[in-house]
């Protein structure tokens, strides 16, 4: 692929942040009830690292399906 025809849109951007925190938000509150404490402190701490790392799965997921989702629009559209 000599030339890139697939491109980074900026509301992409925007469409990731809502996305990613709402994400974020709904697994911090499912999480809270599984963290072994009784420390609401601690409580909420675990449950924001683990939905931390869990939404950048789901980040990284996103943009992958996002590029690959573009790319087979770009060749279907060649054919």
């Not at 690292?49 to 939404?55: E, H, L, Q, R, V």
Request: net charge positive; with cysteine.
């Amino acid at each position: 692929m000599a030339e890139s025809e697939v491109t980074v849109k900026k509301t992409d951007f925007l469409v990731d942040i809502l996305l990613c925190g709402g994400f974020f938000a709904f697994l911090f509150t499912i999480l809270r009830s599984h963290v072994p404490s009784n420390d609401p402190n601690m409580i909420n701490l675990w449950s924001a690292g683990t939905a931390a790392c869990m939404t950048g799965v789901f980040w990284l997921a996103s943009w992958m399906f996002r590029t690959v989702f573009r790319y087979q629009k770009v060749l279907k559209n060649r054919d």
